[in-house]
DNA sequence: AATCATCCTCAAAGCGCTTTGGACACTCGA
DNA sequence: TCGAGTGTCCAAAGCGCTTTGAGGATGATT
């Protein structure tokens, strides 16, 4: 049942029945209302692409998956970024296109969001450092907002980030009030955008208070659980361990603690960890008011919110200047992170 | 740039220029490279609304997001899974179009997928015992699989599971070969289908060998590490407590492995455990070939791809009767299991 | 020279919707 | 009685593509 057949079965015309069902005032209450009780009773649905068509705009945004630079990792931050993105955007009759950034050329990752019409803007993902993909969406001319950002060209395009430097640094302060020295960092893929600012915020910390990074205390890789644990094992098996770990996300906190725990120290009060938590609801740190690990905690569900509610914005307007969403994350004290032994 | 236009540059028709550009054989090689040549160096991209208004196809498929049965976690499985069938998808040239099944009422959940034309067909997901949807989806005649299925109306739809029962029954099996009897189930939301039949599974291994479970030791809730850990720490505290774990993802094996060590045991020697694991790529289950727990194991990325397979299949041939896909998960034996304590 | 395949190309009719620019009937004040 | 104003409705022109049914060149065949 298209609209012809529609507006045949009522006896009026195509504009009379379009007009009614989208509440335009040309039209009388009496024929709305016998519109739109016939539309429901033959259950018809308007054509997208039709529509899609006519009025230019395509009611969809589109969505890269991100996958970990060079690695078959899917970010496990999606399923809850993309979850907020979709509650905002379909509160506005936005769907999400998706899209794989998988191996081959960006060019070619792009083809189908960019067959025009498909959808009226992007939003961009997990930007690695010097990322080529921002120049690639400016040139089309496309409204976009990237989920992070790319060190260099900060203000050429709108993005949405949590201030990753201050948070690493601030979780680093605490633990250099705590007394700790030896702090190791076991860090994301460190040519993700992200990765690169939460060890500028480490190292800035530590050469605040005079102190220089031990590389050997430095790692880097896809933020898994057992990453985390291997690390940290080797770490505490050298001839001076870390008094304390600070992490890139929960999973990587977990298996710094499995090492912790299975070398017969307690974390807290012989090693610390503190980790960066991105609020993942599969993944709650502890009870809501008993955090297990000390964290730096910034909801990527929020994120998905903030970063679609700047799409829009940018779609209405997009003339607009590039703007900016600075989000800082807060530490959250938890039971893993104490005094650093012997003082 | 559109057809009209290029057309109008290269002084053809829109015709001859859409068929050159889709490969028809009634082109001249000569115009079809004159053609191919221009439109690269003009940008030229064919509007998807418009193609797919004049094709009758929407070379897109649909996805609902699903989110654990009243719970406000999203699940894990999610990403693996949608990466999965994106490179299938892909590779076709079909899209993703992503809903979010939200609180709202399912038939408005759908409003997007329904206006025409948007998609070509549907994957669901986690579907619960006596899910409606699924006749929601029959009634609407759009081509769908399920990943995962619902148990009264098997042979009514095409759907792609792993045996879970079975699954279940072996991990059991295996536990009970070790010589454990009082084995403990940390299942997940038992209104999904799919925990549903795996506490079947687990309960026809023990009634096989005149076994009873003890419900002090089952439970079901959202499958988190916070969880594992909480209920596996209450049942190692009973008077009687189990001697292993069989837990339906690796998150809650996690947990359950914390409360095992924090209580100052050590598992696969005082305590086994056996997990389901999905195989999600950025939660492994150890090293490849050093698992760490022993695992029921089915890669739900595969899972992707296969529903996405169907799918197509599905697309291409609309009228052929509802076909299935069944896995059987392979059991991976790690450390984590060993004989019961006192034998 | 006329006929006929064989290529290559085209004009025009959709696909299902929105939207422009009236048309028609009716009311109201002058 | 007229003109303007108002409230309803409509025909038709797009939106940008694919596809049908023909038409104009060629060169080969009669």
């Known amino acids: 049942m298209n609209l012809k057949d529609l507006a045949a079965s009522l006896g009026l015309s195509q504009t009379t029945v379009s007009r009614a069902l989208n509440g335009y ?5 009496a024929t709305r209302k016998r519109v739109a009780e016939a539309a429901l009773r033959h259950g018809y649905r308007p054509d997208s692409r039709a529509r899609s068509l006519a009025t230019g705009k395509a009611m969809a945004v589109g969505l890269v998956l991100p996958m970990t630079a060079r690695q078959e990792i899917v970010n496990p931050i999606f399923a809850d970024f993309v979850a907020g993105a979709a509650e905002t955007l379909a509160s506005r009759g936005y769907d999400i ?4 950034a998988g191996e081959e050329e960006q060019t070619q990752i792009y083809r189908s969001m960019l067959s025009k019409g498909r959808v009226d803007g992007m939003i961009m993902q997990a930007p690695l450092t010097g990322d080529r993909r921002i120049g690639l969406l ?20 709108c993005w949405m980030d949590i201030d990753n430097r201050h948070a690493f640094h601030t979780a680093t302060d605490h633990l250099l009030d705590l007394g700790h020295r030896r702090i190791a960092l076991l860090n994301g893929i460190e040519a993700m955008d992200f990765a690169h600012r939460r060890r500028d915020g480490f190292l800035e910390a530590l050469a605040e208070r005079g102190l220089t990074a031990d590389t050997a205390l430095m790692a880097s890789e896809a933020m898994t659980e057992h990453y985390g644990h291997r690390e940290a094992a080797r770490m505490l098996r050298l001839p001076d361990p870390p008094t304390a770990f600070l992490t890139s996300s929960l999973l990587v906190a977990m298996g710094a603690q499995r090492a912790i725990a299975s070398r017969g120290l307690r974390m807290g009060l012989d090693v610390s960890v503190v980790t960066h938590d991105d609020g993942l609801s599969y993944l709650p740190n502890g009870e809501p008011d008993a955090p297990i690990f000390t964290a730096t905690r910034s909801p990527v569900h929020d994120a998905g919110h903030i970063c679609a509610e700047m799409l829009l914005r940018l779609i209405d307007a997009p003339q607009t200047a590039p703007f900016h969403t600075k989000l800082e994350a807060c530490l959250v004290l938890g039971p893993s992170s104490g005094p650093a032994p012997n003082l």
């Open 97 to 100: 296109v998706m899209s794989l």
């Open 138 to 157: 400016k040139q089309l001319g496309m409204p976009f907002v990237v989920h992070g950002r790319v060190s260099d060209h900060d203000d050429e395009y």
């Open 25 to 29: 005032p040309e039209v009388s209450e």
